[in-house]
């Protein structure tokens, strides 16, 4: 045995130690793919009891990291020069590199230093993409043996960082993709419908949908039923409705007619509409959606609607926000008007595979129909 099988032996259980903290250690029983331990990640959270109280309990979440450690002795360097440099610098196999860097799950490369009796540690896709960007796989194509990494010094692995790491998720990619990209799950987005949610995890589900495609949100006040917000949406919102797929085949190999896309961008004034039957406005909500109109049409503004509601409301018709779409329009508006109803909202949900993982434990389905 030499030094750094010594070294070895003694700061991987203290790092185990370290993970068992905020979740369940796994490792492979022969070391083939370059990785040493991994964590499967649990959430602390509470649950009430029998005398009315609450207790702690750990959750199991879908998500696993994976580690690779390294040493450094005292002698290659001091606490000195630890504290004094931005990096430690340590070599890989381009063969790992490539591997670590491509996995589903997240992989982080880990070194401890022994003159500090310290862990720091990187995320390998954050390593990558740092040091060679885009020119990664080309500049490894040609590559074998080793190669330098750089792990930041202010990256410390203590406590703290590991029970952070429930916020990476793993996610199945070899299930059948839509328009090329992995969902997560095998639910038809142009052809599955949400049963209705509860008004509380409806507004949750469209909120964090607007958080994704970066709604800046500057102002939002409450107005009866209706949730009234003005922004701008950063990134482009884009759906389609299952209300207007065609759901089978009328021949065999033919291509069913899609719904038409639709989008928004930009400066928006946004109505969420947690009614189920929405049926007659009251006076105060009348007053808020012409001045939220008006409003509209000085800055040249889009509207967006979101409903709970169905029935008569499918997104992009819809009994009376239909009518007052075109009230609006008859009084010389002529920015865009878009309706999202729990059709619309189905194919968000089922397009954005982080919020459908999300949610996915509390979502119930009228239409469920799955891809080949």
Request: hydrophobic share 40%; no cysteine; charged share 25%.
């Amino acid at each position: 045995m030499g030094e750094h099988d010594e070294l070895e032996n003694r700061y991987m259980p203290r790092f185990e130690t370290l993970l068992s903290e905020s979740g369940v250690v796994v490792e492979y029983r022969r070391d083939r793919a370059g990785i040493d331990t991994g964590l499967h990640l649990f959430a602390r959270e509470e649950k009430p009891t029998r005398q009315g109280g609450e207790r702690p309990y750990w959750r199991a979440l879908a998500g696993r990291v994976w580690f690779q450690l390294k040493g450094v002795h005292a002698a290659t360097m001091s606490a000195d020069e630890f504290h004094a440099a931005e990096r430690v610098t340590v070599k890989v196999g381009v063969k790992h590199l490539r591997f670590w860097f491509a996995a589903p799950e997240p992989v982080y490369l880990i070194v401890y230093v022994e003159s500090v009796d310290a862990f720091v540690g990187v995320d390998v896709r954050e390593l990558v993409e740092r040091e060679w960007g885009p020119t990664f796989y080309a500049s490894m194509r040609d590559r074998s043996g080793e190669v330098t990494a750089h792990v930041p010094t202010a990256s410390v692995m203590n406590s703290e960082r590991i029970a952070s790491l429930v916020n990476h998720r793993s996610m199945r990619i070899d299930g059948p993709a839509f328009r090329g990209r992995p969902l997560g799950h095998r639910m038809d987005p142009l052809r599955s419908v949400l049963a209705y949610p509860s008004e509380e995890r409806w507004i949750e589900m469209v909120t964090r949908l607007l958080q994704v495609h970066d709604f800046r949100e500057a102002s939002r006040h409450q107005v009866g039923e209706l949730t009234v917000l003005h922004g701008v949406i950063a990134q482009t919102l884009l759906w389609q409705s299952p209300a207007f797929a065609e759901y089978g085949y009328r021949y065999l190999g033919e291509v069913r007619d899609e719904p038409a896309p639709e989008q928004v961008f930009g400066d928006v004034r946004v109505i969420l509409d947690g009614a189920r039957d929405r049926t007659t406005f009251s006076a105060e909500e009348v007053a808020a959606v012409s001045e939220l109109i008006d409003a509209a049409a000085t800055n040249e503004e889009s509207v967006v609607l979101f409903f709970r509601g169905r029935g008569r409301d499918l997104s992009g018709t819809g009994g009376l926000w239909r009518s007052t779409a075109r009230g609006s329009m008859a009084n010389g508006w002529s920015r865009m008007w878009h309706q999202l109803g729990l059709e619309a909202l189905s194919f968000l949900v089922l397009t954005a595979t982080l919020v459908y993982l999300e949610f996915a434990p509390d979502l119930d389905w009228d239409n469920a129909n799955y891809m080949d």
